[in-house]
Every structure is written in C-alpha cells, then in structure tokens.
C-alpha cells in the first residue's frame, strides 16, 4: 500500500525557516515526479513546487521568489522541501502528491497518492 506522510509543519515567525519531509512507504519516490501543493483557509489549493524523476530537475511557483528549495534523499525515500524567509502569507496546508502518470507542470488530478499534510503557519 502506498502511503505518503509529510511532517516538519509548524509555527514560525516571519522570515523563519522550515523543512517539510514527504517520506514514502511502497513507493520509492526517486522514480517519481513529486508535486508540493499547499491550501490556505477559504483558498484553493495552489502548486508550490514539484521534482521530476527524470533528471530531478525542480520547478517551483512564481511565489516562491526563490525562497523554496527542493531535494531528495534517496537512503531516506523522501523528498524535502526547504522554505526560508516565510511570510505570513505562506500560511497553509502543504501537501505531497506523486503517481505513475503525474509529471511536473501536469494536472493535479493526474495525482493519485496524497499525504495527509502538515500545517505551516507563519505569524507577522
């Protein structure tokens, strides 16, 4: 069965950092794109970033303004996400979301295996 768990979620002050951990069971991520996505309250959910199983390349939102860092660890069969210099706005729910067909730059949708999320909230 297979499950994403994300943790690292917090509350932090602005300008703070956070790494959130996209960990897989039954699944070995290196050969997957993975896909952060986030959901504030009353918002829909956005894309924030995504690393890609061909040449881990990474892509990221234009609202990260390089600010978010994505990585692997290959030993750990988990996938980071690095986030310095938050802003209240990035508030939210995160998420990882990977499957057989979903790629970097796809739909959403083309995800089938979520996590449960962990919540980052950024006080101003």
């Known amino acids: 069965q297979v499950q994403l768990v994300e943790s690292g979620g917090g509350l932090v002050e602005a300008g703070g950092s956070l790494r959130l951990s996209c960990a897989g069971s039954g699944i070995t991520l290196e050969y997957y794109a993975i896909g952060w996505y986030r959901q504030a309250p009353g918002k829909e959910r956005e894309g924030v970033a995504c690393?890609?199983?061909?040449?881990?390349?990474?892509y990221y939102a234009d609202f990260t303004e390089g600010r978010f860092a994505l990585s692997r660890d290959r030993a750990k069969n988990a996938v980071y996400l690095q986030m310095n210099s938050l802003k209240p706005e990035d508030t939210a729910v995160y998420y990882c979301a990977t499957s057989t067909t979903y790629y970097c730059g796809g739909p959403a949708n083309f995800a089938d295996y979520w996590g449960q999320g962990t919540q980052v909230t950024v006080s101003s």
């Open positions: 690393i890609s199983n061909s040449d881990h390349s990474t």
